[in-house]
């Protein structure tokens, strides 16, 4: 095995893969992601240490995220997020995930999955808890309108008299809004016949945090709560024990490739009698390769114990939890217990359909946290 230096090929019979680069620059890596995961410094701070260490490189806060986000580091190789076609990428200059090529454990792991997840964390944290909207509206995106199925967003509005300062702000359809594309389900939103229609804030926030709170400091809720939340750990054990067992007959089918490779090269055994043993090793560990890469998204996904106490004091102290929040965080703790939300002017009614468990804990979203 040797490295090729920059702009050195390959002999015709040499196979190639990645491999970390050099180690100065792998510590680096290493050194953003602990430092930032670990919350001991800002976006900011990691680019200047990035520049006194390679001042010939460009550094700057958007690239430190980039690095923050990015699978590469995690050994995965990503092809097809942008098309090349040049009507294709003028319709959709990004693809859906689901039509992007990934290549798992292309080359050598930097970091670690829980690395990569605490990481996430932090940067979704900060974009929910310091950019508060105008206003503080709590509700944005989380109703929609019985009618054309548009979603409300906080619309604006002056501040009210110090005793009541929600009192002239207000939720209005999306597609109203100049800073958000409009979003539609079923007919268009301009269609609606109660497009202008708005919702106080002042009225309608209130009614759905005290509905929430209601709920998840109910004991019954709570006992749902502690049930689903053992039941994910226990899955995580099952899983773990099972991707142990996969990664032995991993090892296994590589160590019989290896042995009927060995014996192509001495001799003993032509390609041709070797090709049907070959080919039932490589689907069989296909096959492994995909059930642990759905593995190792189930273990990222459940959450570890001590999320069991955070959760149920928070569902135990959801009021008081709330107080002092801005829109924003207390919007992403209303979600994973917000089944749907939906408002019928005709019969100026708000439907709000609540979960006795978050959805975070029922079937856990890709990308999702726990609230």
């Given amino acids: 095995e040797r490295v090729l230096e920059v702009g050195q090929r390959k002999a015709d019979d040499e196979r190639v893969r990645l491999t970390p680069g050099p180690a100065d620059e792998v510590a680096l890596i290493r050194w953003l992601f602990t430092t930032y995961a670990g919350g001991g410094a800002s976006l900011g701070d990691l680019a200047a240490e990035g520049y006194r ?4 490189r460009k550094w700057s806060k958007m690239w430190v995220k980039r690095i923050l986000t ?4 995690l050994g995965d190789v990503v092809w097809g997020r942008r098309p090349h076609d040049a009507e294709e990428r003028a319709a959709t200059p990004v693809r859906s995930a689901d039509q992007w090529v990934i290549t798992r454990d292309a080359h050598p792991a930097l970091i670690t999955p829980d690395l990569l997840d605490q990481a996430a964390a932090r940067l979704a944290s900060n974009k929910t808890v310091t950019r508060p909207t105008v206003g503080g509206y709590q509700l944005t995106g989380l109703i929609r309108c019985a009618h054309c199925g548009d979603v409300f967003v906080g619309g604006g509005g002056p ?3 110090a005793d009541e300062p929600d009192r002239f702000r207000f939720y209005r359809h999306q597609q109203l809004s100049r800073f958000r594309p409009p979003v539609a389900t079923g007919a268009r939103p301009s269609d609606c016949p109660h ?5 106080p804030k002042r009225i309608i926030e209130p009614f759905v945090v ?4 209601q709920l998840v400091q109910s004991e019954t809720v709570q006992r749902a709560v502690s049930r689903a939340i053992d039941q994910a750990l226990t899955g995580k054990q099952t899983v773990g024990q099972t991707r142990r067992q996969l990664d032995q007959r991993r090892q296994a089918l590589d160590t019989s490739r290896d042995r009927l490779v060995a014996s192509i090269a001495a ?4 390609d041709a009698e070797a090709k049907p043993t070959l080919e039932r090793l490589r689907s069989e560990r296909e096959s492994i390769e995909s059930r642990l890469q759905a593995l190792r998204f189930t273990e990222r996904q459940v959450a570890p114990s001590e999320v069991k106490q955070r959760l149920l004091a928070l569902a135990r102290q959801f009021p008081t939890a709330i107080e002092g929040m801005n829109g924003p965080a207390v919007r992403e703790l209303l979600r994973p217990w917000i089944q749907s939300a939906t408002v019928d002017r005709d019969h100026h009614v708000l439907r709000l359909e609540l979960r006795t468990v978050p959805n975070v804990l029922a079937s856990p979203q890709p990308g999702r946290g726990w609230p």
């Fill in 53 to 56: 260490r390679f001042p010939s």
């Fill in 70 to 73: 990015s699978r590469t580091y």
């Fill in 159 to 161: 501040k009210g008299p």
């Fill in 195 to 199: 497009l202008f229609a708005t919702l």
């Fill in 210 to 213: 005290a509905s929430v709170a």
């Fill in 267 to 270: 001799g003993t055994m032509t």
